[in-house]
């Protein structure tokens, strides 16, 4: 549509530009049919040197018009090929915004894992998938355990800097290909793995929980003492009947579950 637009303008400045040497062109041409002759018969008396002049006359009349037609075509084109380049430049512009709002769109501009809406539509897309072959589906929720209080003790900044850092080990625990991670929100976060047994699922999430044990991130409001992580874990086959948003719930209600049991775990 854009384009569309662009190309119209482009025309129709070319047209104002013909317009505007045909009215030049006949303009000077009836000034001098008018005047020329007049001229030349009050200065010149003698017949055969009229004629004369009078070639001459038409010679000058198609050599100026022929400069002048030249120059406003020039002229014109010029105009087009500046305008049109700026256009270009105006599409090329709108094309890189497009593009950098579409990733600010699908990828969090803290972790670099996918968004919450870049998620919906992946799993509305993996649970259909999974529906049809009737194939296992997991989703793996995960909520960083009183990332509040650690917020309010050490700042925003050491929390975006937490956030970063689970961000980094949850791509190299799922990592496989097909393997979607995304942040949920705030302080939570969302897996969905494709074809994945239950040991394997576990055997991720436990790698997982290693890792970020590791890390050693001091967290004094944490009876844990350091920054830890519940998860909920929703692992089966989907079957025909069942529903995604049901699905999605149940993982949910199984992060509950895990911080009800004290925190620090994963739970189904």
């Known amino acids: 549509m854009f384009i569309k637009k662009i190309k119209g303008v482009s025309m129709e400045v ?19 049919i008018l005047f020329s002759d007049k001229i030349l018969y009050m200065m010149v008396k003698d017949i055969e040197y009229y004629k004369l002049l009078q070639t001459y006359k038409g010679s000058f009349f198609i050599l100026l018009t022929s400069v002048l037609l030249f120059k406003l075509i020039h002229s014109s084109y010029l105009k087009v090929e500046t305008l049109d380049r700026q256009l270009q430049n105006t ?19 803290l972790t670099g894992l996918a968004t919450r809406r870049l998620l919906d539509e992946k799993y509305e897309l993996l649970f259909e998938s999974a529906k049809r072959s009737e194939t296992m589906l997991t989703l793996v929720m995960i909520d960083l355990d009183y990332f509040k209080k650690y917020n309010d003790r050490y700042g ?16 190299e625990v799922f990592k496989r290909n097909g393997d979607v ?65 049901n699905f999605l719930r149940k993982v949910d209600q199984a992060l509950y579950k895990a911080k009800e049991g004290g925190r620090n775990r994963y739970s189904f």
Not at 23 to 31: A, E, H, Q, T
Not at 156 to 171: C, P, S, T
Not at 186 to 202: A, H, S, W, Y
Not at 209 to 230: M, R, W, Y
């Open 156 to 171: 925003h900044l050491e929390g975006d800097r937490v956030l970063k850092a689970v961000g980094k080990l949850l791509k």
């Open 181 to 245: 991670i995304s942040r949920y929100g705030g302080e939570e976060f969302m897996v969905i793995l494709c074809q994945t047994p239950l040991k394997d699922t576990i055997s991720l999430v436990e790698n997982f929980q290693e890792k970020l044990k590791g890390c050693n991130v001091k967290h004094e409001d944490s009876p844990f003492g350091e920054i830890t992580a519940s998860l909920g874990i929703n692992n089966c086959k989907i079957s025909k009947n069942q529903d995604s948003e």
């Open 14 to 32: 070319k047209l104002k530009e013909s317009l505007k040497i045909v009215v030049y062109y006949m303009f000077i041409s009836f000034l001098w």
């Open 91 to 109: 599409l090329t512009q709108l094309k890189s915004n497009k593009i950098e709002l579409e990733k600010l769109a699908y990828v969090d501009y």
